[in-house]
């Protein structure tokens, strides 16, 4: 009813508000619940506990610095907590849910389309395993919906202030993930278009270049923290000087990184992303969201179906085109995480569909129409709840622990590496889990305590730790097993204590062992970080128990190491590290053994595993097959295979290969390998 001097149209703009506000809170409820229900309790992997150090201790993110995200988690942050991070992520998640609630209401101007959609997209499995993890990617999201909303209201009304606001809000997103959020923006072009006229004439005020200049550089001000402290705690390489910030910023240090991708890869990750967009809300979506497609097509301005089309491709396959990664299990975690904004798109081609599908429900059954579309959102949670919820494994965290609590007092701690830095230095150094304990990094990076520069090479700063090493009064210890080693404890290394035994099997680490197995061979391991590392961990165990084995026999095991062994044996990297492990002794081992242990190795071979793990299997097996009476034929088989599986230089198989290849007389393949690889490791 209408108030006393209210017009019509006063009176439908409150009534959508209403609606709204009974749309948005159920939405902001339900997701957050959810976000909880399945958050991380104890510490990741990837770059959680960088960013936990960098939030709770001050100092700057790897490249490009994420200077936004950094400022806004170290006030954030009111308690040193891994909950108290991944909830910093769950507010930018439930903050861009509801920013693209108003988006697909602009869009499509149907509110329950609208509400249908943004569960969707809260739901989705990309942007759900992102939302409950402390990382970038949910801040991500969220500017882009910010930037998003603003250009649509602008190309709604025209007022210029929601460009000013589109200005200053693009300048914040590119100082949180310029990648990103530059990849996604290609969505924004086709709306552009539609506002050249608008734009057109705006740009004939010099106020109004002025503004839109000032207000993005404003935007890009948090890249100014990259230089306030001399001295960060925590960093990538330290304070970064005035004339490597462009490099720092561009990911110019990662430029050395040799991935070693072929364009076989590249097919394989295109049929990946195939299967990821299309089952982001599950099976029983597929056909909605095809539908949804048609309709956009039949029913939206064709402005809008081209935006939605390129955030989607933007931000998957052109993303992946322009990358050098190996198709493997850490490079679909990594990838995984870029596509947080793509699938809002299809989370809207699913809601249209959906609810052109029900209203073509007979209206004697309009009844059913509620608890069909509550149905169908139930139907994505109940899907992506097991993939999602990372509640109850907290492996990680207790690996970390048991090494830290099992060293001796004020010992120093060699670390390398994302998964061994994040975990150790978030425990040792934010929670201060054994306090006396001093951590170190090979490579002079991301902890203060630096004994080298950080950008020497690599020989340089192998030898600047071994002076450290050989002059350290304390006792010295290391998760990997580099330079002169006195103990391997299975899952870290010592270097002091003269006269110690080479092997040390520590009661604890046993049990831990036995736990990974069984997570393991199980599949019980959600994340595919989390996969990756227990693959090496068992690598690494298998070779300390193979290794003893070679030099004291079967019969110096207890029988639960023996038993032990054998299930380490059972998983592909047990057999891996086995082959290794007898290899590099030099021992003579029984040909039949090895061969059916390389053999059992080839039927456990999928593409989930590491590359260099199956080249690896393929040139073990090339070896065994030159051992005594030699089949040139089969081992030649198998280190190309080998060379296939890993194709760069580094892969001892290209050796083995040119090796054999002269042995078999085989000229012209010989010359083609050398044309190709030219054995400058060999």
């Not at 006393?4 to 709204?20: I, Y």
């Not at 202030?161 to 589109?166: I, K, V």
């Not at 010099?206 to 001295?231: M, Q």
């Not at 230095?425 to 054994?434: A, D, H, T």
């Amino acid at each position: 009813m209408l108030e006393p001097g209210q017009s019509p149209q006063l009176k439908l703009e409150e009534t959508n508000v209403k609606v709204r506000w009974t749309h948005v809170v159920p939405l902001v409820f339900v997701s957050a619940f959810l976000y909880v229900s399945t958050m991380p309790t104890s510490i990741t992997l990837e770059d959680a506990g960088l960013f936990q150090m960098v939030c709770n201790l001050g100092g700057m993110s790897h490249p490009p610095g994420y200077p936004l995200f950094t400022l806004l988690c170290n006030q954030m942050m009111v308690a040193p907590s891994v909950i108290v991070g991944n909830l910093i992520s769950v507010v930018f998640a439930l903050a861009a849910v509801v920013l693209f609630y108003e988006i697909a209401v602009l869009v499509t101007t149907h509110e329950l389309t609208a509400l249908v959609a943004a569960f969707a997209y809260a739901l989705s499995s990309a942007f759900w395993s992102q939302a409950i993890i402390i990382e970038v990617y949910s801040l991500a999201a969220c500017m882009f919906m910010l930037c998003w909303w603003l250009l649509l209201k602008f190309c709604q009304t025209g007022d210029s202030r929601y460009w000013y606001g589109l200005c200053f809000a693009a300048g914040l997103a590119i100082s949180n993930h310029w990648p990103l959020f530059v990849l996604s923006c290609l969505g924004f072009v086709s709306l552009l278009i539609i506002m050249r006229l608008r734009l057109w004439e705006l740009m004939h005020s010099v106020s109004f270049w002025l503004a839109s200049i000032c207000l993005f550089i404003l935007g890009l001000s948090p890249y100014v923290s990259l230089f306030t402290d001399p001295s960060p705690e925590i960093a990538l390489v330290g304070a970064i000087p005035y004339e490597e910030f462009f490099n720092y910023v561009s990911r110019a240090y990662y430029s050395d990184v040799q991935e070693g991708a072929v364009p076989g890869d590249k097919l394989l990750f295109y049929r990946w992303l195939m299967n990821e967009s299309s089952l982001q809300l599950g099976l029983i979506a597929i056909p909605l969201i095809l539908l949804g497609i048609y309709r956009s097509v039949r029913k939206l301005h064709y402005c809008h179906t081209a935006s939605l089309m390129l955030v989607l491709f933007s931000t998957t396959f052109l993303l992946m085109s322009l990358m050098d990664s190996k198709f493997e299990i850490r490079g679909q975690a990594v990838f995984r995480a870029y596509t947080v904004v793509a699938y809002a798109p299809v989370a809207l081609w699913f809601a249209m569909g959906l609810v052109w599908l029900l209203d073509q429900v007979p209206e004697k059954y309009a009844g059913y129409r509620a608890p069909l579309t509550v149905a169908m959102v139930l139907s994505i949670a109940f899907y992506n709840y097991p993939k999602a919820d990372r509640s109850k494994l907290g492996f990680v965290e207790e690996y970390a622990n048991l090494v830290l609590n099992s060293l001796p007092a004020d010992a120093i701690l060699f670390l390398r590496g994302d998964n061994q830095i994040g975990p150790f230095g978030f425990l040792n150094k934010v929670m201060e889990v054994r306090p006396d304990i001093t951590l170190y990094n090979w490579h002079s990076l991301i902890f203060k305590n630096r004994l080298t520069a950080a950008r020497l090479s690599k020989e340089e700063m192998e030898k600047a730790v071994s002076r450290f090493i050989n002059s350290s009064g304390r006792p010295v210890f290391s998760i990997d097993g580099r330079q002169d080693i006195v103990s391997n404890y299975g899952l870290y290394y010592s270097y002091s204590g003269v006269g110690s035994p080479p092997f040390v099997f520590v009661p604890e680490i046993e049990r831990f062992v036995d736990y990974v197995i069984e997570l393991y061979t199980n599949d019980l391991i959600i994340d595919l970080h989390e996969k990756q590392f227990a693959y090496d961990l068992l690598h690494t165990v298998t070779r300390q128990y193979v290794d003893y084995g070679l030099n004291f026999g079967t019969a110096g095991y207890e029988p639960d190491q023996l038993e032990r062994v054998k299930m380490l044996q059972s998983t592909f990297p047990g057999k891996l590290a086995t082959l290794e492990t007898i290899f590099l002794s030099g021992k003579n081992v029984d040909k039949t053994l090895i061969l059916s242990i390389a053999g059992a190795a080839l039927e456990q071979l999928t593409d989930q595993l590491p590359a260099q793990g199956i080249s690896e299997i393929y040139q073990y097996y090339g070896m065994i097959h030159l051992l005594d009476v030699k089949d040139i034929e089969s081992a030649i088989l198998m280190f190309e295979m080998s060379v296939n599986a890993m194709p760069v230089a580094r892969n001892q198989s290209v050796c083995h290969l040119g090796s054999t290849y002269r042995e078999a007389g085989n000229v012209a393949k010989y010359q083609a390998l050398e044309r190709e690889f030219s054995f400058k490791d060999c």
